[in-house]
Every structure is written in C-alpha cells, then in structure tokens.
C-alpha cells in the first residue's frame, strides 16, 4: 500500500516536471496577445483575453506569417525524406557489420562514432561555403545530408545491436527452404528487426525535425526553412514584442507530428519486442 | 528422393581447425542415417556441409548423382530442421510452413493444400494462425517438421531436433518422427549425441570422434560388435564395463577371477599380454537365479557395493582397482565420451527375482561367449567379428581421431593465447 502511494506520488512528479512546459505552452497559445504582453500569469486566460483559435487561424493562414505552412511542408519532407534514406543506408550498413567479417570492420565502426560525437557548431561554417559552391545551399537536399550523415551512426549501431541479437539459424533456415542472401534479408531478418528499424526511425526523425543550428544556417528563404528556424522570424505588430501567443500557438502545431509518429513507431516497436523467441 | 554419398569429406576452419577428417558415408535412397558422437565429433558440420551451409575443404558430396559441393542451400533441395527449430516469429504457423512454397511461386491454391496436409499429418490444425511464440516446444518442433514436409525435398536433415524438449516429450516426439521417416520414405540425415535415439531411430549409425568416423554399421551390428573401445562405451545405457584382462590359453584372468571364453576369441587375442574385457551389463547374472548346470566354470565371487533394485531387474555395483596403464586409458575413453573420471567400477545387470542385498557376497555368471577383447594401447577390439560390424574404417580409426585431437587442441590453445 505505501509502495503503491509512493509510486503514484513519483509519477506525479515526474509528469509535471515533463508535461507542465508543454501544458503551459498550450495554455500561452489559447491567450490573446495583448493578454501575455499586459500581463496575465494565470493558467487560464483572464476575462476577456481568450483568443480561442485565433492564434492558429492566423499562423497557418494570416499573410504575414505566410512563411510557416511553408515551413511545416519542408519540416516534415525533410524530416522525413532524411529518415527513409537514414534507415535504409543504416541497415544494409549494420547488417553487413553484424553479419560479414571484413577487414576493416572496426574502423568504419568507430569512425561513424567519431563522425557522430563532432559538435555540429564546428561544421556550419564549412558546410555553408560548400553547399554554396556546390549550388545546395538553401535547397531540402542540402540539409537532407547532413541530417543523414549526423543520424546514421546511431542508427548503425542500434541496428547492428539489433542484428547481432537474431540467430544466424534464422537466415539459414530461409536459405536452406530456398531463398536467396537478399530474399533471407528482406523476408526473415528485415521484418525480425523491426523494432530495431523503428528505433532508428524515430531517433533520426527528431533528430532532423528538432535541429535548429542546420536548419537557420544552411537556409536563406522559405524555399527549404524549417519549423525551428522558422519561428525564429516570427514577429508581430510591434517589432521589439515578440508575438509570445503566436509562437506558442506555432510551437503546438510543430509538436503534433511528432507525437503522431511517436504513437505510430512505439506501437510498431511493442509489436516487435512480443512477437515471440524462437527457442522451447 | 535421392541418396546422399560422402566421399572423403574434409573439413578444415581458416584457422587450421580440423573438424571433419576423411569421412566417407553413404547413405541410401530413403534410409535413416544417424551421425552420433560426443560434443565437438564435427557431426553438425557434417550436416551442414551435406546442406550446404559450410564449405568443404575437400572431398565430394553427391546428392543423387550431382556432386553439390559449390551449390547454393537453396539449390540442393534438402529439408532442414534446426536443432532450434529456427521457426520465423513474425510469421504465424500456417505462413511459417507455406514460406519454403512462397520462396517457389507456388500459386495460392497449391499452398494452401499442401499446407493443410502437412499440419493434418502433424496435428497442427488448431494452431495454424497462431505466432511459434505462443506454442510449446512440442508444437514448436512439429511446426518446424511440418515446414521440411511441406516441400518435395530430396531428403530430410535433422541437426538434434529433441535436444530443447523434456524427457517425456523427447521419446514421443522420437517415435513420430520414426513413424513419419517410414511413411514418408524419405532419406533422412539425423544428427544426436543421444545413444538412444541413434539405436532407435537409426537404420544406420555412423559413431564419429573427433571428426573420424570410428564405424559405420546398424545398431544391432554396433551393439555387438563393436569396433573399438570408443565405440564399445558410446553405445549402450548403461554403458559397456571395462575390466582389466589377461588371457592364458582360453581363460580370462580378470580382478575377480577367470572365465573361460571360446577358444576362437581366445586365439585372436593370445599373446598379447594385459588387455581390456569390454562385457555388457546385461551378461552377468546372479548365479543364485539360475541353473547351476549352466553356469559352472563362467562364476566368480565378489563383495557388492550398491544394489539399485528397479522391479524388473536391478543393477549391482561391484567396484575394482586396475593397473595403472587400463587406468589411464579408461580416464581418457570418459573425458572423450564426455562423462567424468569415476571409480573404476563394474555395473551388473541382475534379475529382478535376485536378492543380492548390499555389502552381499554373491556368486556372479559371466556370459563369456559376448565379452570382448581391446588392445589398452589402441582401442582397438581384438575379437571383432568383421563379417557383422557393419563398415569399419581401415587403419586404427581411434587412434587417428586422437591424433586430430590434438591438433585440434593445438589450434585451440593457440588462438587462446592470441586472444590473450
């Protein structure tokens, strides 16, 4: 009984210390602007300053702030686009590490570490001279890369982890009843690691849809702006008051996808964990 | 349907290992072979090497009259069954059979045909959509047999499939894959290192150590006659008794007295000074149960130690000391059959009607006519009858797997001390 009490305060805690920003941020989003700039500390909008889903209406659809539906078209593109790619590269990659014995196989390993552990700071500057040169600057492909290169070592390692952890027997087994390498692969060790796929899905996807640094150095317009770099030019009427509502209601709408694909992944990645060993 | 013919199969690993030496077995169109040996006899890379999941250094492996050697696994067209069962967990049973045909192209209707006479056969029916995760071991290893029988293999590989499943589950599921072999007619490899299920299953067995093959023969033939000291404590539960012996004329001098054997073996090991007797639980006998007329001059005299009764017969206990250079062979016959340097001791099987008693003094028969005698020096068995033991490789195959051994643990312990 007192365990039980004590876990229930313990999650308590916790998820107001998770969820009482995100609370907020919602909270700041259904307030007028003049309500946040008058001051307004209450959680619910004071008589009068509620907003309701003007601040929405107007993010996706007021003229001023044309540029971010823009923005979420290319956040999501992005994000996305960098995620398959990431996958895909990732587990041909840590299959080939987890399966063959080449030489060479801890170089490339602690490389695509070291390649990982580098401060992205470090690597704009040079980034945006050659993006420039190369005619990729402010396009989705020239972040698409270094979303993809910044990613796959991670993902590399959860997938070879993932790899390493199916019995050889699997793939065996499918050659001996008659499949190809590629067949084994795609039919039997693909689907297997699933959750491990999964994971990497989603470690690449916010990684690209939450970077910032990239996202405002490496762009010049809406053609390929992000959501995060997008709402760093947000302003209102009044140039030196920051529209706080505005932001927060675009800070909301920047959340949903995420937790959409989340909920999506997670589900696919408890399918994977039960699906069942293969030993009696 | 075909036969499956091993030539001198070799097997060497990268880093020299030497698994399998020389091996040569045929095995018939539709015969049940059995490859059965201690931990570490390479059968399994035998088996795999007959599949095709392990390259072979050399030699030729003729499935039919093709020689496979470089073909694919999927090329061979062979059924496997993994001593893991290795079922796929994401697909359910039904998908899990059907996989080999979907590999084919097989059109839907065909599939679904075969497959539901294949878990008919095998009593799967109910369990068809469900995951091999929810399934018992038993039902596991059916939908494994089911997924070999499915194709029109051209034969079955078994690599230790009972070894995952409890005692009682092992010996039915034994007699069902002994019954559908039958049904099927289909020539099956079967790897075990279970004696038992070799001599049940098995129409022949090939005994190997250390990847040689020590005999190749039936299990009536390895029973009785077999062809070395390796092969003599594999092969029968409880195993052969090992006894000290030196024959003069046509008596034995063993630690508990002498017995006369027939003079055609008596010859075959004259001369030879201190050998090994190898006699068989089962012919001994307490002479108290049985017509003195017939036991005079086979009985000898001797203290028990353990009596363990079991109903129908009991199993006497009678422990013995044995010169040095027995002993040492004994010791290592038990570290190579996986088993423990124990007291030498001698194991009888007695009528259960018996009423030895332990600490008992108790007059003991000896079936002379089926004791055999082994060179301590090379194992080998002095009074084999060649004519009833099946193929015995020539040259002293238990020597040569000894050999192998060591090289083998040369290779070990090298890589050892490279690792460290």
Redesign the interface.
């Known amino acids: 009984m007192k365990q039980k009490v004590g876990l229930a305060v313990g999650i308590l805690l916790i998820l107001v210390w998770c969820l009482l920003p995100v609370v907020w941020i919602i909270s700041l989003s259904f307030k007028s602007e003049e309500s946040v700039t008058t001051g307004n500390p209450g959680f619910f909008p004071s008589e009068g300053t509620s907003a309701g889903w003007d601040n929405y209406k107007k993010v996706l659809t007021d003229d001023l702030y044309d540029y971010f539906p823009r923005a979420i078209i290319n956040s999501i593109g992005i994000s996305l686009i960098a995620t398959l790619l990431s996958v895909i590269v990732a587990t041909l990659a840590a299959y080939a590490i987890a399966r063959l014995e080449f030489k060479g196989k801890k170089f490339v390993l602690s490389i695509a570490l070291a390649i990982a552990m580098f401060p992205v700071v470090s690597l704009v500057g040079p980034l945006f001279d050659m993006w420039r040169t190369l005619g990729i600057y402010d396009t989705w492909i020239g972040l698409i890369i270094p979303y993809m290169s910044f990613t796959l070592p991670l993902a590399i390692w959860t997938l070879s982890a993932f790899f390493r952890e199916i019995p050889w027997e699997m793939e065996q087994a499918a050659q001996v009843d008659g499949a190809t390498s590629w067949q084994a692969f795609r039919r039997v060790i693909v689907p297997l690691a699933a959750p491990g796929v999964f994971t990497a899905a989603i470690l690449t996807f916010f990684f690209a849809w939450n970077d910032f640094v990239f996202g405002i150095s490496l762009t010049s317009t809406e053609a390929a702006r992000p959501i995060p770099a997008s709402l760093a030019f947000f302003v209102g009427s009044d140039p030196f008051n920051r529209p706080a509502s505005l932001l927060a209601a675009a800070a909301v709408i920047a959340t949903i996808p995420i937790i959409v694909i989340v909920l999506i992944f997670q589900r696919k990645i408890v399918a994977g964990l039960t699906s069942g060993a293969v030993k009696g | 349907m075909a036969s499956i013919d091993m030539r001198n199969i070799v097997k060497q690993y990268g880093d020299g290992f030497p698994a399998v030496n020389d091996v040569s077995i045929d095995v018939k169109d539709g015969e049940f072979m059995i490859l059965v040996g201690p931990s570490g006899c390479g059968k399994s890379t035998l088996l795999r090497m007959i599949?095709?999941?392990e390259d072979i250094t050399s030699g030729d492996m003729m499935i039919g009259d093709r020689r496979v050697n470089d073909l694919?696994?999927?090329d061979r067209n062979?059924?496997?069954v993994?001593?893991?069962?290795?079922?796929?967990?994401?697909l359910t049973v039904y998908e899990n059979i059907a996989?080999?045909l979907r590999?084919?192209k097989v059109d839907n209707e065909t599939v679904d045909k075969k497959v539901r006479e294949a878990s008919k056969t095998l009593e799967l029916d109910e369990h068809l959509e469900r995951?091999?995760?929810?399934l018992?071991?038993?039902q596991?290893?059916r939908v494994a047999m089911g997924?070999a029988i499915v194709?029109d293999a051209d034969a079955f590989l078994f690599d230790e499939p009972l070894s995952?499943?409890d005692a009682k589950l092992r010996g039915q599921m034994r007699t069902e894959i002994a019954r559908l072999q039958k049904r099927l007619g289909i020539t099956t490899v079967y790897v075990t290192h279970d004696q038992t299920e070799a001599m049940t299953l098995g129409d022949r067995v090939a005994v190997l150590k250390r990847g040689v093959l020590q005999q190749l023969a039936t299990p009536r033939e390895l029973y009785e006659q077999p062809a070395n000291l390796f092969v003599a404590g594999f092969i029968g539960s409880p195993p052969m008794n090992f006894l000290p012996a030196t024959v003069e004329g046509t008596t034995v001098k063993l630690p508990f007295g002498s017995v006369e054997i027939p003079a055609e073996k008596a010859q075959k090991a004259a001369g030879k000074g201190l050998l090994i007797a190898g006699i068989r639980p089962e012919h001994f006998e307490d002479a108290a149960v049985m017509d003195s007329a017939k036991t005079a001059g086979h009985t000898f005299r001797t203290r028990v130690d353990v009596v363990e009764w079991l109903g129908n017969e009991s199993y006497a206990y009678i422990p013995f000391e044995a010169p040095p250079e027995v002993q040492a062979q004994l010791t290592q016959l038990e570290k190579d059959l996986d088993g423990e340097a124990m007291r030498t001791q001698l194991v009888v099987s007695l009528d259960g009607a018996s009423r030895v008693a332990e600490g008992d003094e108790a007059e003991i028969y000896v079936n002379s006519d089926h004791m055999h005698l082994f060179d301590p020096s090379t194992g080998e068995n002095l009074t084999l009858d060649t004519s009833s033991a099946g193929k015995v490789p020539s040259g002293d195959a238990m020597a040569q797997a000894d050999e192998v051994g060591q090289a083998q643990d040369e290779v070990s312990s090298s890589a050892q001390t490279e690792e460290a």
């Open positions: 599949v095709g999941l694919a696994p999927r062979l059924a496997m993994f001593q893991n069962y290795a079922l796929y967990p994401h996989f080999p590999l084919a995951k091999p995760g929810n018992s071991g038993g596991r290893q997924r194709r995952n499943l």
